[in-house]
C-alpha cells in the first residue's frame, strides 16, 4: 500500500513540473514546426505557380497565332502545374493554417490563388484553346475591307464560357489585399491579381464584339455611322470640338467611307434640335444644341450622340444608327498597328508625329479653315482605308482601340436600344454616371471659353485623395489638379484666335469639377485662395466651375473638397477629359469605408 501511495505522489510531482513557460515553449515549437513545414510547402506551390505563369505566357502567344497543335499540349502541362499547386496547398495542415492569427491570412491568400489558377486552367481556357485556330484577333480585324461575320459567330459561345470562369477568378481575387501580406508573397499576388484582372477585361472586349458586331456591320441590312474626330486642341469635356465628321457605311461585314466634313457642313442651328433638359440648361449654354462645336461641351458622350445624330438628320438629311468618336491621340495608336500612312507623296502620318501633325502644324503652316479641315478629313480617310484593308499588325492594332476605350478617347453609341444596352457599362459608352449605387464617381471636366487652338499647349493632372469614413457610409474625397501652359510667346492667329475673347496667346478654361450622385462640394481653392462654390446638379450631380485666364508658362493648383452620397462604400473613380498626352482615365483608388 505504501508503495502505491509513493508512485501515487511520484505521478503528482512529475505533473507539476510542466510550467506555463514549458506551455510557452511548445506552443512555439508547434508554430516554429508549422512555419518550417508551411515555408517548404509554399516554395513548392510558389514554384508550380511561376511555372503555371510562364506556360500562361506561352499559351497566349500560341493561342494569338492560331497555332491549335501547340496550344493544346501547352494547355495540358499548364493543368498539371496548377493542379499540383492547388494539391499542395489543399491539405489538411493549410487549412489549419489558415485559422491561425496574423499567418491565416498568408495562408489562405496563397490557396486562394491556387485555386483560382487551377479553375481558370480548367474551365476558361479549354474553350479558347478548342477555337485556338479561329478565336485570334484576326477574327475581328477586316481583311480586304470586310469583317467576316460568320468566323465572330462562331467563336461566341466559347467566349462566353470564358467570360463567366475569369469573371469568378476576379471576384475571388478582389478579396485579397496584397498590400497586407506578408513580403514574399506581396508582388506574386499582385501580379497574378493584376493578370487575371487584365484578362477579364480583354475577354469582356472580346465578348462584347462577339455579341455587337453582327449586327452593327449590317448582317440584317445597311448600317450608316457618323464618325466623329474630336479636336483636342480647341479642348471640350469629352476630348475637343468635332474637328472633322464623316459617314461610314456597313453592310454583311464589308466597310466603306462616305461623306465627309467639318462644322462648316453643319452650320449652326438657328433654332435646338432637341431640347435641353432643365440640368443641362443651368450647366451649360444653349449652343449645346445648336452648334456642332459645343455639342461635346457636357461630359455626358451618350447625350452627345444624340443631339449630333438630330443635327446630322435635319442638316444632312441623314439618319445613322449610331455614333462613332476618336481623337488624334487614339488615330496614333492605331498607327503604332497600321504603321506609317501616306497622306500625299511628301506627308506621311504616323505613331509619332500625328498629334502634332494635327494639333499644331495644321494650324501652325495652315491659316484658311476649310484647308485645316480638309487635313482631318484626309487623314481620317487614310488610316481608315489601311484598317479596312488589314494592314500591319492586328494585335497592335486592336491593342490601340483598346487603350483608346480606357482613356476614353474611343466612345460608340447606338440609336439600337438593345446595342445600346450593351454598350452602357462598357468602357466605350462614355456615360457621365448618374444613377447612384455604391461607387462615388468624382469628374473634372475642362473647355476653351475662347475658341482657340492652344489647348495643344495645356499640361494638366489631377490627383484623387480619400479622407475618412463618415456616419453613413460617406466619403470625404479631395482633387488636387495641377494646370500649366507650355506655349512659346508668339503664335499666329490660327493657333490664339483674334483675341476677342481672351488675350492673343493666353487660353480661356472652363473647369467644371463633378461630385459625386447625391453629394456636394465643400470647398474650392485656387492656389490656396477660396472661389465660388455652385449648387448646379447634372444627371443628380454636384457640378461647381472654376474659370481661368492662363498666360505662357503660367499655372496654378486647383484643389476641391466634397463628401460623396450615403451609401457610397466604394472605392471611388476619377474620370477627366483626354488631352493631347496620354491621360489616364476612370482611376480607381481605395475606398476609405472598406
Known amino acids: 500500500m505504501s508503495s502505491t501511495r509513493q508512485r501515487g505522489r511520484h505521478h503528482v510531482r512529475w505533473y507539476r513540473k510542466i510550467t506555463p513557460g514549458h506551455v510557452v515553449i511548445l506552443g512555439m515549437a508547434v508554430v516554429l514546426l508549422f512555419l518550417v513545414y508551411f515555408g517548404i510547402q509554399a516554395a513548392r506551390a510558389s514554384s508550380s505557380l511561376k511555372l503555371a505563369a510562364s506556360q500562361a505566357e506561352v499559351l497566349q502567344s500560341q493561342i494569338v ?28 495542415m493549410w487549412k489549419l493554417g489558415a485559422k491561425l492569427p496574423f499567418f491565416g491570412d498568408n495562408v489562405e491568400a496563397v490557396q486562394t490563388v491556387a485555386r483560382v489558377t487551377h479553375n481558370i486552367s480548367t474551365d476558361a481556357l479549354p474553350p479558347v484553346v478548342e477555337l485556338s485556330n479561329k478565336i485570334n484577333l484576326n477574327t475581328y480585324s477586316p481583311r480586304g475591307g470586310k469583317v467576316d461575320i460568320k468566323a465572330i459567330e462562331e467563336i461566341s459561345p466559347n467566349v462566353g464560357k470564358v467570360v463567366t470562369a475569369l469573371t469568378a477568378a476576379r471576384k475571388e481575387l478582389r478579396g485579397i489585399d496584397a498590400n497586407s501580406l506578408l513580403l514574399p508573397l506581396r508582388d506574386p499576388v499582385s501580379t497574378i491579381q493584376e493578370k487575371v484582372g487584365s484578362a477579364t477585361a480583354a475577354a469582356d472586349s472580346a465578348n462584347l464584339a462577339a455579341k455587337l458586331l453582327p449586327d452593327m456591320l449590317g448582317q440584317k441590312g445597311t448600317r450608316r455611322y457618323l464618325l466623329m474626330v474630336q479636336n483636342n486642341a480647341e479642348i471640350r469635356s469629352t476630348g475637343g470640338i468635332p474637328g472633322s465628321i464623316a459617314i461610314l457605311k456597313a453592310k454583311n461585314g464589308k466597310l466603306s467611307m462616305g461623306f465627309q466634313g467639318s462644322y462648316q457642313d ?21 449652343t449645346l444644341v445648336t452648334n456642332l462645336l459645343d455639342t461635346t461641351i457636357t461630359p455626358d458622350f451618350p447625350r452627345t450622340a444624340e443631339i449630333v445624330t438630330a443635327m446630322v438628320e435635319k442638316g444632312l438629311d441623314t439618319k445613322v444608327d449610331g455614333v462613332i468618336s476618336v481623337d488624334p491621340v487614339a488615330l496614333s495608336y492605331v498607327l503604332a498597328g497600321t504603321g506609317p500612312v501616306a497622306l500625299t507623296k511628301t506627308a506621311i502620318i504616323d505613331q509619332n508625329n500625328a498629334v502634332e501633325l494635327l494639333l499644331s502644324q495644321t494650324y501652325l503652316l495652315l491659316k484658311d479653315p476649310e484647308q485645316q479641315d480638309g487635313v482631318f478629313e484626309l487623314a481620317a ?27 476614353n478617347r474611343l466612345m460608340v453609341w447606338s440609336t439600337h436600344k438593345s446595342e445600346q444596352a450593351l454598350l452602357t457599362p462598357s468602357a ?39 479622407g475618412r469614413c463618415l456616419r453613413g457610409d460617406v466619403q470625404e474625397l479631395t482633387t488636387t489638379t495641377d494646370l500649366s501652359s507650355r506655349a512659346p510667346e508668339k503664335l499666329p492667329k490660327s493657333v490664339t484666335g483674334d483675341g476677342k475673347y481672351t488675350p ?19 470647398s474650392v481653392k485656387v492656389d490656396g485662395k477660396d472661389q465660388t462654390v455652385y449648387a448646379d446638379t447634372h444627371r443628380g450631380r454636384n457640378v461647381t466651375k472654376v474659370l481661368l485666364t492662363v498666360h505662357p508658362h503660367q499655372s496654378y493648383k486647383i484643389t476641391t473638397s466634397m463628401i460623396s452620397g450615403p451609401g457610397e462604400d466604394g472605392d471611388p473613380v476619377f474620370s477627366t477629359t483626354p488631352g493631347v498626352d496620354p491621360t489616364p482615365n476612370d482611376i480607381e483608388v481605395k475606398s476609405a469605408c472598406s
Open 65 to 92: 497565332s492560331g497555332d491549335d497543335v501547340s496550344a493544346k499540349a501547352t494547355l495540358k502541362e499548364l493543368q498539371e502545374s496548377t493542379a499540383r499547386a492547388d494539391q499542395i496547398t489543399g491539405g489538411g
Open 266 to 286: 453643319l452650320k449652326q442651328f438657328t433654332k435646338p434640335v432637341l431640347p435641353m433638359t432643365r440640368n443641362e440648361d443651368r450647366v451649360f449654354p444653349p
Open 381 to 407: 480617310r487614310k488610316i481608315f482605308d489601311v484598317v479596312k484593308a488589314g494592314r500591319g499588325e492586328p494585335r497592335l492594332v486592336i491593342d490601340g482601340l483598346v487603350r483608346s476605350a480606357r482613356e
Open 428 to 466: 466605350l459608352s462614355g456615360q457621365l454616371s448618374g444613377n447612384g449605387g455604391r461607387v462615388p464617381h468624382v469628374g473634372l471636366y475642362i473647355g476653351d471659353a475662347a475658341s482657340t487652338k492652344m489647348e495643344y499647349y495645356l499640361d494638366y493632372s489631377t490627383s484623387l485623395a480619400v
Open 504 to 522: 492673343r496667346g493666353t487660353m480661356r478654361l472652363l473647369l467644371r469639377f463633378y461630385s459625386p450622385y447625391a453629394g456636394g462640394f465643400t
